[in-house]
């Protein structure tokens, strides 16, 4: 399980504004489902999604960058919470997958042109002798204007982005998994991204840069 607890270049479990954050958000927490979920509601709403944070560069997903920066996509996020787990003690790991959002504004489809993505990131965390998953991706705040179900996680069972939106029509589709990784495979991820974004796009921080994803 070492793999699971141990730091790395981007999950910066031992980082001392990781550390600080992780020891505030679990304080009393009884168990390491309490902390798992705790956990979770800090990364989904307090770290809001933002498309545009999509990067090719390495420092743009170190743990630290992401707490600071206060957002993030879904690898970003994901890296973020697997080092507040592992700062925890709770082992944690990154899962990547391919997805197809039915959700994506008009806007952002015509930009990119597709409604595919090919590097979704999330989590899994090793609880009471079993690997749950948990999609810690789209801020409460984004659900609602979006319309989408926000995802809860009781630190017991799987809580991935869900198929259907709130009036039933689609919402996610997991077209492909990938497996689970022990540390961020960003050349596995920049290979796919890179095709839409460019080599040597990286996280827009500026406000003027922040659009957003309704």
């Known amino acids: 399980m070492d ?15 990781i550390q600080a954050c992780a020891r505030k958000i679990i304080a009393d927490a009884a168990s390491d489902r309490e902390k798992a979920q705790r956990l979770f509601a800090f990364v989904r709403d307090q770290i809001p999604y933002n498309l545009f944070m999509i990067s090719m560069h390495p420092d743009d997903f170190r743990a630290s960058f992401v707490l600071a920066a206060g957002k993030g996509y879904c690898v970003q996020k994901a890296v973020l919470l697997c080092a507040l787990a592992r700062a925890a003690r709770i082992p944690s790991r990154l899962a990547l997958a391919r997805i197809r959002n039915h959700r994506v504004p008009p806007q952002i489809q015509a930009r ?3 409604n595919e993505f090919p590097g979704h990131g999330y989590n899994q965390f090793f609880i009471e002798n079993r690997w749950v998953s948990a999609a810690a991706t789209f801020d409460a705040a984004l659900c609602a204007r979006a319309g989408v179900p926000v ?26 998994r990938y ?15 890179s095709k839409i974004w460019g080599p040597e796009k990286r996280a827009w921080q500026r406000p003027e840069d922040d659009t957003g994803f309704p």
């Open 3 to 17: 793999p699971y607890l141990s730091a790395t270049p981007a999950i910066e479990a031992d980082h001392p504004s």
């Open 112 to 114: 990119l042109g597709r």
């Open 151 to 176: 995802v809860q996680f009781d630190g017991a069972s799987d809580a991935t982005l869900p198929e259907k939106a709130l009036d039933g029509s689609p919402y996610i589709e997991y077209l492909e």
């Open 179 to 193: 497996g689970h990784f022990a540390d961020l495979p960003l050349a596995f991820i920049t290979e796919r991204t």
